[in-house]
């Protein structure tokens, strides 16, 4: 998927389709989202890298899956340290639901423990 960001929503570009066919309605999949790579001064990102065998690019930080068990390949970046820790993560996902990636960190913001899925709003 190209951005042009004069041909489209900065929330368009972000998100990536991992199913074929034409784009579905919202409550017909779930939407699954992380940090962009390059997330500024964030003190944590938690980059969605992959979702099944599909590979995410710079700039790709959503996407829309079809309802069922997905395995997601997540980075947990720690600004301070520079520390990147890898997770594979197998969860269900369900249609009309919307989910955020989130960070469990060690002491002191020093290290990503975990990362969960979580349902956001």
């Known amino acids: ?6 041909g489209c929503g900065l929330q368009a570009c972000m998100t ?17 989202s992380g940090d962009l790579q390059f997330n500024g001064n964030a003190p944590i990102s938690v980059v969605l890298r992959r979702v099944d065998d599909r590979v995410l690019n710079v700039g790709q930080s959503a996407v829309d899956v079809l309802p069922g ?5 997540v980075d947990c970046r720690i600004q301070e340290t520079g520390g990147v820790s ?3 993560i197998e969860h269900e996902f369900f249609a009309g639901e919307r989910y955020k990636l ?20």
């Open 1 to 6: 998927m190209m951005c042009v960001l004069a």
């Open 16 to 32: 990536v389709q991992t199913y074929d066919g034409p784009r579905r309605e919202k409550d017909e999949v779930a939407h699954i």
């Open 69 to 73: 068990k997905h395995t997601l390949l």
């Open 86 to 88: 890898r997770f594979s």
């Open 102 to 121: 989130t960070a469990e960190t060690g002491a002191g913001l020093r290290e990503c423990t975990a990362v969960h899925v979580e349902a956001s709003d």
